[in-house]
């Protein structure tokens, strides 16, 4: 069975544009670490790149769900 087609899978929400960040030397969140995190990923099978049924567009968040974690200033 292919379970691909199952709704209840985990998606990826993931932009090239992620591993121009920087956050600083000493911040856990590295472009290196995706890439191999990415890397695990498809090497595992666990993700298809360019795959639609694994692969989420995502966009820029709204005011409105900032403010869900985050103060306004």
């Not at 472009?31 to 995190?37: N, Q």
């Amino acid at each position: 069975m292919d379970d691909r087609a199952n709704p209840s899978r985990s998606r990826l929400a993931f932009d090239l544009g992620e591993l121009a960040y920087d956050f600083g030397p000493e911040h856990p969140m590295k472009p290196s670490r995706i890439v191999a995190l990415m890397d695990l990923l498809i090497t595992s099978k666990l993700w298809v790149p360019d795959d639609e049924l694994t692969r989420l567009p995502i966009r820029a968040a709204t005011l409105e769900e900032l403010k869900l974690i985050h103060s306004e200033d």
